[in-house]
């Protein structure tokens, strides 16, 4: 065999050994990175990371990225060989949390930055609700105990206050200034209450139940807030609605604490529409959804208020107590269902509350 021959098979298999081990690079279930330090500029990428950015390679190839300095800077005072990081990326109008695996490796006599990734935003999302529900639990615990002692010296103020009231007649100053303290001690009594309702849940009493008749019993309820405002209440009940199982008076609570939002906030006139439908389930492992929609034209939440409508007592309002909706949100996740909200500033707001159905039972 001739030197050419010997040469051109080992192009052939240096070729071959080249495809197979790009294809590691190209097909990697991770995003990789190949970075040069200092300019931070990326010269390669495989296809994972593409797709996880939301950007094309030619995009991608030259593209500066400084958060890798970081990077740099730990490899360079590590004994390691290899460090572990966590850097933010831009994927369009969101930021990813990555989790970055990373080493320096030697090309053409220059030291580039080897980095693996995955995205890890789900999992930082996950860990942000434990921390919530940890807190919750405690604040569940210190709510109950300032709860109780505050109970016994709030009745001595009230019964104090009711036995002055008597001695004045409704025409007297010192009968008005009773009168408004009475209301302070009755709103300090119901965020009281709310508050023990909020730390020890009850047990729900579970029953097989149609949401319409869930609606018009919680709408009698809160007839008078409508009554106060011009508020025209517009219902779209689908007649044929599955039954879902649940507790009524809970379900019922719910649903006066969200129409009750609602007509806080219409100013002065507006409407309220109420519907009920089935919503079809996107997996075949799970039933489908009776819905309950609850839309109102009112003020509408702040986007920057949207992740906080949940946190017990986060409240706008100078009456309110905070704890309505993070009692609705605790009642539908005790009911293995979902609550979601939408919003828009000055234009008003729809609460979907969604319960899985009775498998093959309609009423």
């Not at 933010?88 to 930055?113: C, H, P, T, W």
């Not at 909020?198 to 319409?212: E, G, H, V, Y």
Request: charged share 25%; proline share 4%; hydrophobic share 40%.
């Amino acid at each position: 065999m001739s030197d050419i021959e010997k040469l051109k098979i080992e192009k052939e298999y240096l070729e071959k050994q080249l495809v197979w081990y790009k294809s590691f690079f190209v097909n990697a279930t991770d995003a990789v990175f190949i970075v040069q330090p200092e300019t931070w500029a990326i010269l390669d990428v495989n296809e994972f990371a593409t797709n996880l950015l939301n950007k094309s390679r030619e995009e991608l190839l030259g593209s500066i990225q400084p958060q890798f300095r970081r990077i740099f800077k730990l490899l360079k005072k590590s004994s390691s060989p290899i460090v572990l990081s966590e850097l933010s990326f831009e994927n369009g109008n969101d930021n990813l949390m990555m989790e970055v695996s990373a080493r320096f490796i030697e090309y053409e006599n220059q030291k580039l930055i080897l980095a693996i990734a995955r995205d890890v935003s789900e999992q930082h999302a996950l860990t942000d609700k434990l921390v919530q529900a940890d807190k919750l639990v405690l604040l569940g615990q210190l709510s109950a105990g300032v709860a109780h002692e505050i109970r016994n010296p709030l009745a001595a103020i009230n019964l104090n206050l009711q036995v002055l009231k008597r001695k004045f007649q409704p025409e007297d100053p010192e009968f008005t200034y009773i009168q408004n303290a009475l209301q302070g001690v009755d709103r300090i009594s119901r965020i009281v209450e709310l508050t023990l309702n909020f730390s020890k849940p009850a047990i729900p009493d579970i029953q097989n139940i149609n949401l319409n008749n869930v609606v018009t019993s919680a709408i009698e309820l809160v007839a008078s807030s409508i009554r106060r405002k011009e508020i025209t209440v517009e219902l779209k009940l689908d007649e044929n609605l599955p039954l879902v199982s649940a507790d009524f008076k809970q379900i019922q609570q719910l649903l006066i604490n969200l129409l009750t939002n609602a007509c806080d906030a219409i100013k002065a006139e507006g409407k309220i529409i109420i519907k009920s439908y089935i919503e079809k389930s996107q997996r075949k492992d799970h039933n489908d959804y009776v819905v309950i929609s609850i839309q109102d034209n009112g003020i509408g939440i702040m986007a920057e208020d949207m992740p906080k409508i949940f946190n017990p007592f986060f409240t706008r309002k100078s009456d309110g107590t905070g704890l309505g909706l993070p009692i609705s949100q605790r009642i539908i996740h005790q009911h293995n269902g979902v609550i979601d909200v939408e919003s828009i500033y000055g234009k008003g707001t729809i609460f979907y509350v969604k319960l899985p159905k009775i498998s093959e039972n309609i009423n």
